[in-house]
Structure formats: structure tokens, C-alpha cells
């Protein structure tokens, strides 16, 4: 019993002990250890609202979390991807001042995370910077460069600014390290196109359209370029497997006019008719198909239907010069000059920078006699292109007639 007692005194003695020597205030070591705790801490609590910060963001209630983010800063200000996700939010809200300055402070964190440079683009091309923006996925890409999107925004960019040198050159310099991204092929294959460089254009969408078979739109693109390359086969069987994952099959509309086209660039140009009559059947408001049907029946010669698409097209279309034009030229296989004169007279003053209405109006009157009035159709014409041939030997004539 006594032992328990001298136990008990002992240990009560020793925490009275340590309870006065605590008053006596909390050293070096303890206030370090106490602040690396309630750093600990904070960290710990600033992640969870991070994290309920994001899955709000995911989940498009930006007002939530904006306020979980604003907590989170409050405790650990100097976590750089906290600043980038406070910079979407106020990308998706349309701050961009606010934007940019959460990327500009998440750079200043952190200058190797990527996302601020990328999404510091994205605020570029919103305010019409694109080089700025050019120059940000750049850097992003400099610090991920196994991320094919940051190249992909570099590029998009680019064609959008009209710089197609600049966006050819990057892909060329890039794409090395993304032969199975079908997304770098597709691009390469768009920049060809718009260079005009069409079975360059046709390899890279092969490639892309290998590597991805179900995208309708680089299918599309696929089929324009093997259109335009004169590969009408090739072309025709894009189209059977673009209409093969059409919900409308056959009967697709944007589809039926490409297979029409691309029957018309091989030259079978009866083959391209037929389509076109089907579609104008199916569309008859289409002014488009129309036009292509109208341009068609001139190929083969097919007057009575050329005359029925300009009529058409005067209706659908009365300030486009089409339908005048196709009617002129439908009067003019009919010998009827003066009809065709006043016909492409008005085609060429509902669009006076076109050429084919005003070449068809000076032929007119060079039928009808009125040399004067050709001489000058071709001298405005060649004021507008002075390096065109055909025009200069059509002027030559007149003037020959006029001497």
C-alpha cells in the first residue's frame, strides 16, 4: 500500500514539475515544431479545398469553386497549380485580366509548370494576340514536350493568323516525336492543303485517318484532299466510308455534295449530274446544289435543266449573279445575244468582283456588235488583273475591230 502511495506522490510531484517549468514559456524548438505542425496542417487543409475546388470546376459550378480555391490560398499561398485552377475559373466566368494574372503568379510559383503557359496562351488568343498566344504553348511545350496538345494550339493558332510558313515549319521541326498522334498528322495534312501541296496532304490525313477511322472531320478532310489531288477512286471510296458512320447514309447532305464534286474534279461529269439532280430533289432550298447542277448540265450540254437551276437560283438567290449567269448562258446556246447581254449585265452588277459574269457580258457584245461596249468590259477587267492573258488577247481583238 505504501508503495502505491510513494507511486502516485512521485508522479503527480514530477507533473507538477513539468507544469511549472511549462509556464515558465515554450522553447525555440517547441515553437518551431509547433509551427511546422500548423503548416502541416494547413497544407493538408488547403489540399482538401483544392480538391473540392477542382471537383467543382469539373462539375461547372465556378462560384463554389472560386470560394474552396480563395480558402485554400488563404492558407498555402505558393502552390503554383492552385493559381492555375483560380485562373480557369476566371477563364470560364470570361475575366481575363484576372485570368492572366493567375497565370502570370502561377509562372512567377513555378516557371516549369506547363498548364500556366498553356492556359496563358488560351488568354492571348482570346484578346486577339495570337503570336503571344504562339509563344506560350511554345514554352509549354518546351517544358512538356511529350504533350502533343501544346503543339497542336501552337499550330491551330497559327493557320488562324493566316501564317501557314510559320505553322508548316513547327510541324516539320515537331512532328518527329509524334508519329502515332493522329492529331499532328491531321494537322500537317490541313497546313498542306492550305498550301496547296495536295498528295502531301493526302499521305499525312492516310496516316492520321490510320491511326483514327472513326473522326468524321479528318475524313472529310481526307476526301477533300484526295478530291483536289485528282484521286477520284480513292476520294469515292472515302465518301462509302464516311456514309457508312453517317446516321444519314447516302442521303447525307453535306456528303452528297462532296461525292458530287469529287465526280466533277475526275471529269465524269454525267456521273456528277445524276448526284446533283438527286440532291436538288432531296434540297430543293439549296442554293449550292443548284449552282453545282446548274454548272454540271453546262458540261454535258443539258440546256433544259441549266435553264431550270438558274430560274431556280434567281428565286432562291436574287442578289448572287449565278442564276443570271447560268440563264445567259442558256441564251446564249439559243443565239439570243441581246438576252444573254442583259442577262450577264446583271450578273456582273450584283457582283462586280467576279470576273466570269463580266468576260460572258464583253463576249455578248462582241456578237452583238457593240465593240465599244466589249472594249470596255475587258479594260476594266484588265485594270483588275493586268496579267491575265485571255483578257488581253480578248482586248487585242476589239481594238482590232475598232481600228
Known sequence: MMNR???????????????????????????????AAQSRFDSVRSRVDYDQANQAFRAGDFVTAKNHLDAAIKKIGDDADYWVLMGRVYLENGSLGDASASFDKAHELDPKNADACY????????????QDAVSHYLAAHEIA?????????????????????????????????FQDTSAIHHLSGRVAMLKGRWNDAVDHLERAVLLDDEDRWMLEDLARAQMSAHRTSDCLKTIDRLEAISEAGDQDR??????????????????????????TNL???????????????????????????????????????????LLGQAAMREKEYQTAATLFKRAADVAPDR????????????????????????SGLMKSNPEDHRVRDLLTGVGEQLD
Open 5 to 35: 502511495l510513494s507511486t502516485l506522490t512521485l508522479i503527480a510531484t514530477t507533473t507538477i514539475l513539468l507544469g511549472t517549468t511549462g509556464c515558465t514559456g515554450p522553447t525555440k524548438k517547441g515553437i518551431e515544431a509547433r509551427a
Open 119 to 130: 492556359f496563358q496562351g488560351i488568354v492571348d488568343q482570346r484578346l486577339n494576340r495570337g
Open 145 to 177: 514536350p511529350s504533350n502533343p496538345g501544346m503543339i497542336v494550339a501552337a499550330v491551330d493558332t497559327l493557320i488562324g493568323e493566316g501564317d501557314f510558313n510559320e505553322a508548316d515549319r513547327i510541324l516539320r521541326e515537331k512532328r518527329s516525336g
Open 254 to 279: 453535306e456528303l452528297m455534295r462532296m461525292r458530287g464534286r469529287c465526280l466533277a474534279a475526275g471529269e465524269r461529269y454525267r456521273e456528277a449530274r445524276v448526284v446533283f439532280l438527286d440532291f
Open 283 to 325: 434540297h430543293p432550298e439549296d442554293a449550292e446544289g443548284w449552282i453545282d447542277f446548274g454548272l454540271m448540265c453546262l458540261e454535258v450540254e443539258d440546256y433544259r435543266r441549266v435553264v431550270r437551276a438558274g430560274q431556280r437560283l434567281v428565286v432562291l438567290n436574287p442578289n448572287e449573279f449565278e442564276g443570271y449567269f
Open 355 to 378: 470576273a466570269e459574269p463580266k468576260l460572258a457580258l464583253g463576249m455578248a457584245y462582241e456578237l452583238v456588235g457593240e465593240y465599244v461596249a466589249a472594249y470596255r468590259v475587258y
